[in-house]
């Protein structure tokens, strides 16, 4: 190879290696920290943040938010729809475009739909989740549910916020109707954790989830939100005669040890890195490992192995399901590996490993590992080439 191509590519790895690693940084708002400064929608804020649409309208760059103050909000409440039917039609709230209040007021031809939270979810079907922002005489502006028989609920108050064009917060007199929105919802506890698994490769790690009632706890952290890390089926399989030697309990807090109490997607765990706390973490018994990241490869360190983030099988807020590529072994029931300065033990003598490197069956891990190599082989060359 000649060297012009060979700093051609590193160049542009470097490059895509910065560019890529900018970009997984923070939200583009706040907006549980912005309503903070109105105690007016305290409500209508708490309810964004129970429902898990304060976080997903935070990682949206271009967003207007309709806000209800409490007034409006306890007529929504009165009505007591369950948690997950109130995120549906809170979503429909949520604007997936930037209005500020000029542009509402000059909506050209005087009406317009336009697309919301609530449609781009997927929840929504037709022409539903759009709301209809329509210019009536007298400068006002009413809003309503494209799915509302033409009848326009609600009308602008005033501008809560403005940061163009990323977010505007836009106070509005009455909560929007829907029937679609308003439909009751399946609460994410009646997702099939077991089941999903099932579908996706994940199924000896669910079969010992069922033997242990360890599922029981995974179940149980659903609403609040839940992450799980799933060892895939070859990987559990080769495991399995170090797991028949242990005890019933320690069979459980093994499985615990697989799953956070809380939702972290992708995003979140590349920017909280770091110690993380586990469903079998119980007072003294810390039962933690920590979150690596090696370029855009996300790794599970328990100072027992490392397991890599193969891939997703399934992400819905509050819930989220990860393959790995290894069974993560706590320190408080495995030896700890002695050396130091090993950070990705793919290559570690495997005492106490499970096989891994030949179980990879997702292209993605193949892939990542393949690019890490070659972006090691190119910068090593670079590094060479500077070096002359
Ligand atoms: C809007 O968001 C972009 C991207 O997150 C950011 O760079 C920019 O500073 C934001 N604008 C304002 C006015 O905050
Ligand atoms: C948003 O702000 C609230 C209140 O200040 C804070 O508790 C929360 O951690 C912030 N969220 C993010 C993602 O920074
Ligand atoms: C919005 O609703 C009004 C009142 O029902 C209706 O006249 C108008 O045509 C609607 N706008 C659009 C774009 O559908
Ligand atoms: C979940 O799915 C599994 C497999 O299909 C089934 O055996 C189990 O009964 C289901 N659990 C619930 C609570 O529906
Ligand atoms: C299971 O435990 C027995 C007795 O302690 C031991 O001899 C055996 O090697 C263990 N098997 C595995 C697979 O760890």
Do not use: W
Request: with cysteine; aromatic share 6%.
């Amino acid at each position: 190879m000649s060297p012009l191509p060979t700093a051609t590519l590193s160049l542009s790895l470097l490059l895509l290696l910065l560019f890529s690693s900018s970009t997984t940084t923070t939200n583009a708002h706040n907006i549980t920290r912005i309503l903070a400064k109105f105690p007016q929608f305290s409500t209508f804020n708490r309810y964004l943040t129970a429902t898990h649409l304060a976080s997903q309208i935070n990682r949206r760059q271009t967003i207007t938010v309709l806000a209800l103050d409490n007034t409006a909000m306890s007529s929504l409440l009165s009505r007591h729809f369950s948690l997950y039917t109130l995120k549906n039609v809170l979503s429909l709230h949520v604007l997936v475009d930037y209005f500020g209040s000029k542009k509402l007021h000059r909506i050209s031809k005087g009406t317009t739909l336009t697309s919301t939270m609530f449609q781009a979810t997927g929840a929504a079907e037709g022409t539903s989740g759009y709301v209809n922002i329509t210019n009536l005489k007298g400068g006002k502006v009413a809003f309503g549910a494209e799915d509302n028989d033409g009848k326009l609920d609600a009308t602008y108050v005033k501008s809560v916020k403005e940061i163009p064009y990323n977010i505007s917060i836009i106070q509005i007199s009455h909560p929007l109707d829907s029937a679609e929105a308003e439909a009751p919802t399946a609460a994410p506890t009646d997702l099939n954790l077991t089941e999903i698994m099932f579908k996706q490769g994940c199924r000896a790690f669910a079969d010992l989830l069922k033997a242990t009632d360890a599922d029981e706890t995974f179940n149980q952290n659903l609403e609040a939100g839940l992450t799980v890390f799933c060892p895939t089926d070859q990987v559990v399989k080769d495991f399995l005669p170090k797991y028949k030697n242990l005890t019933a309990a320690k069979k459980k807090s093994l499985l615990l040890y697989h799953g956070l109490p809380v939702y972290m997607n992708m995003q979140m765990l590349k920017t909280n890195t770091g110690i993380m706390n586990t469903l079998a973490t119980d007072g003294a018994d810390k039962f933690d490992f920590t979150v690596d990241k090696n370029d855009e490869v996300v790794m599970l360190d328990t100072s027992v192995v490392t397991a890599k983030i193969m891939g997703i099988v399934k992400d819905e807020e509050p819930l989220i399901v990860y393959k790995i590529n290894k069974v993560l072994l706590p320190k408080e029931m495995f030896k700890p590996v002695e050396s130091a300065n090993a950070p990705d033990s793919a290559e570690a003598p495997a005492d106490s490993e499970p096989a891994d490197d030949q179980t990879l069956d997702d292209n993605n891990g193949v892939q990542g590992l393949r690019s890490k190599r070659l972006v090691m082989a190119v910068l090593s060359s670079c590094i060479g080439m500077l070096l002359m």
